[in-house]
């Protein structure tokens, strides 16, 4: 998280930045849904869970719409300056580092998450995968700036998959709205 974005800062990689970005707001989604998992294991009250839920959703949902607002912000910055970014050993290395590891983390997460019937857990990992195809954009995004020279390629990368994060976005708050914890709690009571 923090070696990406200082490779990208260092860099001036706006793709690279935004990656970075990504992995921290995803760190604190994981964050939510631990938390949100925990209060499941402690076998806390219906209402108490459900509420939980429509947070950790909640937390996904805004995590998602943080990451398309910064990327915008730095493609369009990248284009306004029309500067390539310099080369960066670190930023390829956590890149390919991340290309082996999101999968493993992905397919974790949404096991667990229908496994549990947990969709903020199925939206993390959905977060996770997209992570990886940010990572592989971005590792083409500054191939290509490195080996062609084109200083437009680092912030079209950071915009290839903007649509598919918003569209998250929108699905991860639209399951949170549905989450209505105080119909839960009268559930428990009629039961």
């Not at 084109?150 to 918003?166: F, H, M, N, Q, R």
């Amino acid at each position: 998280m923090v070696i990406s974005l200082t490779a990208g800062f260092l860099s001036g990689s706006a793709a690279l930045v935004s990656r970075g970005f990504d992995s921290n707001v995803e760190g604190a989604s994981a964050g939510a849904m631990i938390w949100r998992l925990h209060g499941e294991e402690r076998e806390i009250s219906p209402h108490g869970l459900t509420r939980r839920k429509k947070t950790a959703l909640s937390v996904v949902a805004a995590a998602f719409w943080i990451v398309v607002a910064f990327i915008l912000y730095e493609a369009v910055s990248t284009f306004i300056a029309q500067k390539a970014p310099a080369f960066s050993w670190l930023g390829i290395g956590i890149l390919v580092v991340a290309l082996v590891v999101n999968p493993v983390l992905a397919w974790g997460k949404y096991h667990y998450g229908k496994k549990l019937d947990a969709k903020s857990l199925k939206y993390d990992a959905n977060d996770t995968l997209i992570c990886q195809y940010q990572t592989v954009v971005v590792l083409a995004g500054l191939i290509l700036t490195e080996t062609m020279g084109w200083w437009w390629a680092d912030p079209v990368a950071t915009l290839v998959i903007v649509s598919y994060i918003a569209w998250e976005g929108v699905e991860a708050a639209r399951d949170a709205w549905r989450v209505d914890p105080d119909e839960a709690g009268m559930e428990a009571q009629a039961a």
